[in-house]
């Protein structure tokens, strides 16, 4: 019973178009994030909600949306493709709004976005 | 700002001998500090956790991690390595003003048999 899921695991899609990402988590953590890794795997965060509501917001394109319909459910909407999009995208939870400060993350196996 | 550097971005070892992962940390209050290991296509997971208590810090496959404040320094070690040991590292601080983690580089750890 995976405990942060991801999909889809792959996407490959031509500069332009829209897609999206969805994530689910079955912890019943409070707090969900978005992380992109980029191809030296360096890992910055993008976006947390805690129980819905928005945290964090680092300076991502407006093309970036996230969307979080209940406190289980994170999912990443990206308008407008560009080649520099393409990474691995994480999401991840931790129980607790304080989650970032006990360090305890949950990830998922990642979602990679290559954009043609 | 909180920071961490890890020394080297790949290191390779023999299967039976002893693990060293090197990371820096820069904080100018007394740091949370973390790492991860990431095994390839897979997501992070936690290894071990420094949060003020002892200094020495146990974690997970038999890892441990040593908090030196006076070296500003947050090694990871492991007595003898495992193939399955092979994996992407992290060495992360927590940064309490903005609530973030934050990453380091990552050492890749191969391990020869």
């Known amino acids: 019973d995976t405990a942060v899921s991801q999909t889809p695991k792959y996407l490959v899609t031509q500069m332009g178009n829209d897609k999206s990402i969805k994530c689910e988590q079955n912890?019943?953590?409070?707090?969900m994030y978005w992380y992109k890794q980029d191809s030296k795997k360096f890992l910055k965060i993008m976006f947390s909600?805690?129980?819905?509501?928005?945290?964090i917001n680092e300076t991502v394109p407006n093309r970036f949306s996230p969307k979080s319909p209940d406190k289980a459910h994170l999912n990443l909407h990206i308008n407008s493709l560009e080649l520099g999009d393409s990474a691995v995208y994480f999401c991840?939870?931790?129980?607790?709004?304080?989650?970032?400060?006990?360090?305890?993350?949950?990830f998922g196996e990642g979602s990679r976005l290559t954009v043609l | 700002a909180q920071s961490v550097t890890q020394l080297d971005s790949h290191v390779s070892v023999s299967e039976g001998t002893p693990v060293l992962l090197r990371c820096n940390y820069s904080?100018?209050?007394?740091?949370?500090l973390f790492w991860y290991v990431q095994h390839p296509n897979k997501g992070l997971q936690l290894l071990l956790k420094?949060?003020?208590?002892?200094?020495l810090v146990k974690g997970i496959n038999g890892f441990e991690a040593e908090f030196k404040k006076s070296e500003t320094s947050f090694h990871l070690t492991k007595p003898s390595a495992h193939m399955s040991d092979a994996a992407e590292y992290f060495c992360v601080v927590s940064d309490l003003y903005t609530d973030k983690l934050i990453f380091g580089t990552g050492t890749r750890l191969q391990v020869f048999p």
């Open positions: 420094y949060t003020s208590a002892a200094t």
């Open positions: 912890l019943g953590h409070d707090t």
């Open positions: 991840a939870s931790s129980p607790g709004a304080g989650g970032p400060v006990t360090g305890e993350l949950f």
């Open positions: 909600y805690n129980n819905k509501e928005l945290i």
């Open positions: 904080s100018s209050y007394s740091p949370s």
